[in-house]
């Protein structure tokens, strides 16, 4: 099962650091792609660009200026669920997730979320009924909806890839990618 991440209503001036934190950890976590409504940021999708080609794996973003629209193409083929505080416990759903077949698109707000992905989503989802942020809840989600294999994935084909260490820091760079 893929997963696709939605995020809601971007809006350059104020959700700079958080979209972008959001796009890399879907990316970290394990997500194929994300697409991000509200308005287009080119520097948003350069600088994620970058790092997808530095640090490796396939990774696709994209903009859509209708969420509608995305909900609805999706519904044809795959399962949306949407991460909201005001949904069912994570960890009482999370069995029938990891059993779904299809792909899977994540839907995750802004600052306003509209009142109809309640209803169009195939489930809506709490991590904690505590409100916190999207990027903890997507994190989270992910994280659980692997059962945390996600953490030893390899991102094929990067240029730069750090060795672990247990103090300082080492990074490999290959130039024809690894
Ligand atoms: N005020 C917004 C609203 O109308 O619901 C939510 C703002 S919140 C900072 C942004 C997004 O974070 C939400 O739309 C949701 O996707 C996610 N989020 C925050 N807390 C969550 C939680 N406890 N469980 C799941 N998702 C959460």
């Known amino acids: 099962m893929g997963v696709h991440v939605l995020r809601l209503d971007h809006r350059p001036a104020r959700d700079k650091r958080v979209t972008s934190h959001l796009i ?3 990316r970290a976590f394990g997500a194929s792609g994300a697409t991000y409504t509200g308005q287009r940021d080119p520097s948003l999708e350069g600088s994620i660009r970058g790092v997808a080609s530095d640090w490796g794996g396939r990774f696709v973003l994209d903009y859509a200026e209708s969420w509608r629209r995305v909900v609805a193409d999706w519904k044809r083929r795959g399962t949306v669920v949407h991460l909201t505080m005001y949904g069912l416990p994570l960890r009482e759903v999370v069995a029938s ?5 299809s792909d899977i698109l994540v839907v995750v707000g802004g600052a306003k979320v509209p009142r109809d992905i309640f209803d169009l989503a195939d489930w809506n989802v709490a991590v904690t009924s505590q409100p916190h942020s999207e990027v903890s809840a997507l994190a989270v989600f992910l994280h659980e909806l692997r059962s945390g294999e996600e953490l030893d994935v390899e991102f094929e084909g990067a240029r730069l890839r750090v060795v672990p260490r247990a103090h300082g820091k080492e990074v490999i760079e290959r130039l024809g990618g690894i």
């Open 97 to 101: 997730l990891r059993g779904i077949a």
């Open 24 to 26: 890399l950890a879907a």
